[in-house]
């Protein structure tokens, strides 16, 4: 039977801001989300006989119905009464629980598929909605431009990305639970706050230098308490020229944005004990 293959890209935060917390306990937050060129690979192949497989060349991840992209499978079965059965394979590239949106963006991957192979038609509008049911960084991952990302993270405008340059990924293979987080910033009283609105505006003259200036995660004093690895890195990448050097989501994923035309052969050595990726913005494929 025919199989169906998409390409789920990693986002990073190029901003982050936490506004409010609300009664239903989820937070307001202020968000400059961009894609990078690193990407899961999701396959996804319909079966004559009911029920959903999910198979993944990754260990880190579940392969039953806690992995989320199972959840999304389930989700559009159900909503859209479809009586086949489906294999799922995730190949990981993404690193797990790193603040890339690494399960989000498999589920939207998913739902996309879906759309696909069972020519259910519907639109991206809809398809947002549908996300949304599973997380709040999920209906992003289907949308796929750079965007600021109000509300919970659903509320999305599509912005100007970035100018090309190169972005080097860098994960001390330590978990940070963004629940976590998300408590002691409740417990934080002052944090600088980023001005995202300025960012935009410098994004969208292409002044990658002066963008630079205005990109700011609150979350990042709070992981680097917990996982002082963090501060290390981010010194590292501004050690070898990084334009800036900051951490993505709640960690402990940092990132460093670089000119084009920097030398980063080597940069591998600098962290042997971490995954390190040399990537470009992802601005997202025509519709
Ligand atoms: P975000 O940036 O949206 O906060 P994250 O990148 O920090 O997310 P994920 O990689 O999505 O975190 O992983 C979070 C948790 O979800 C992990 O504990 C992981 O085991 C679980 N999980 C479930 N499904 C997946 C999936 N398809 N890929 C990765 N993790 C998954």
Excluded at 11 to 19: A, E, G, T
Excluded at 105 to 117: G, K, R
Aim: proline share 5%; glycine share 6%.
């Amino acid at each position: 039977m025919t199989e169906f293959t998409q390409n789920a890209y990693a986002k990073i935060n190029l901003s982050l801001d936490v506004l409010s917390k609300r009664a239903d306990g989820y937070h307001n937050v202020s968000m400059v989300m961009h894609q990078v060129s690193l990407a899961d690979t999701v396959t996804l192949r319909p079966l004559e006989q009911e029920g959903i497989q999910l198979t993944s060349d990754s260990a880190q991840i579940p392969h039953d119905e806690k992995n989320i992209a199972f959840q999304a499978a389930q989700l559009m079965l159900n909503r859209f009464g479809i009586h086949h059965g489906i294999h799922i394979h995730i190949h990981k590239e993404i690193p797990v629980a790193g603040g890339m949106a690494g399960g989000s963006t498999d589920a939207a991957a998913v739902i996309c598929l879906l759309n696909q192979a069972f020519q259910l038609d519907l639109s991206k509008e809809t398809l947002m909605s549908l996300a949304l049911e599973l997380g709040a960084d999920v209906p992003y991952c289907i949308f796929a431009r750079p965007a600021l990302a109000e509300g919970i993270g659903e509320n999305l405008t599509e912005i100007c990305g970035l100018p090309p340059c190169k972005i080097v990924i860098v994960n001390p293979n330590i978990e940070i639970s963004t629940k976590e987080i998300y408590e002691e910033i409740d417990q934080v009283h002052y944090v600088e706050k980023p001005n995202n609105h300025r960012l935009i505006e410098l994004l969208k003259e292409q002044n990658l230098k002066e963008a630079c200036v205005y990109m700011k995660n609150v979350m990042q004093p709070i992981s680097i308490k917990k996982c002082p690895k963090i501060a290390e890195i981010l010194q590292s990448l501004q050690s070898l020229g990084a334009i800036r050097a900051m951490m993505t989501g709640s960690g402990a994923t940092c990132f460093g944005i670089f000119s084009c035309k920097s030398k980063l052969e080597n940069v591998s050595a600098l962290f042997p004990d971490c995954f390190v990726k040399i990537t470009s913005p992802y601005w997202g494929g025509a519709d």
